[in-house]
């Protein structure tokens, strides 16, 4: 009997596995060390259009976390939801002005470039051919490190006064990272 209701407990991810959106949900799952249960969805053959998955998520997108009797769409609310119910291993900065730039950086990830990978737009799009796939993928990258690299420009010349008083080693790791 105990052993069903942990099955219960445990927490549900409907996910399809080329889903970057999903893949960022993965990863939080794994650094916060959570474990759940992978429900395969496969959008190549509609399955996001089921009654069953619609229940859960009326527009038919993935990621959705299931946790107990709360469902959780979107990749960004289902980030946030496991940062504030799940606070072991923390991913954002107690700082409010840094955690105000991830915030930042996830939005304009998940608002700016993110959409031009999505297959519906690849499929409006006409975008049949590997070649526009990964033109608009390479497209999305690009704009990516431009858009962040513009936010976070302003931050370096910040954390790069603090190197003059890290110990050589630190100097060395800070500059490789910023």
């Excluded at 219960?8 to 799952?29: A, D, G």
Aim: aromatic share 10%; glycine share 6%.
């Amino acid at each position: 009997m105990a052993g069903s209701v942990e099955e219960q407990k445990k927490l549900k991810l409907y996910s399809y596995f080329r889903s970057t959106c999903s893949h960022r949900v993965r990863i939080v799952l794994k650094l916060k060390g959570l474990e759940y249960e992978y429900k395969a969805v496969n959008l190549l053959k509609g399955e996001h259009f089921s009654p069953e998955f619609t229940k859960l998520n009326p527009i038919g997108y993935v990621p959705v976390l299931v946790d107990e009797d709360i469902v959780v769409s979107d990749s960004f609310a289902i980030l946030l939801y496991l940062e504030e119910k799940y606070p072991q291993h923390p991913l954002l900065p107690r700082d409010l002005q840094r955690r105000a730039i991830n915030y930042q950086a996830a939005n304009i990830v998940s608002s700016s470039i993110q959409p031009f990978q999505n297959i519906c737009v690849l499929v409006s799009n006409g975008a049949g051919s590997i070649l526009r796939r990964k033109l608009i993928q390479m497209s999305s990258m690009f704009g990516l490190g431009i858009i962040l690299g513009k936010v976070l420009q302003h931050l370096r010349s910040y954390y790069m006064t603090m190197l003059g008083n890290m110990p050589l080693e630190m100097k060395s790791i800070w500059q490789i990272a910023l």
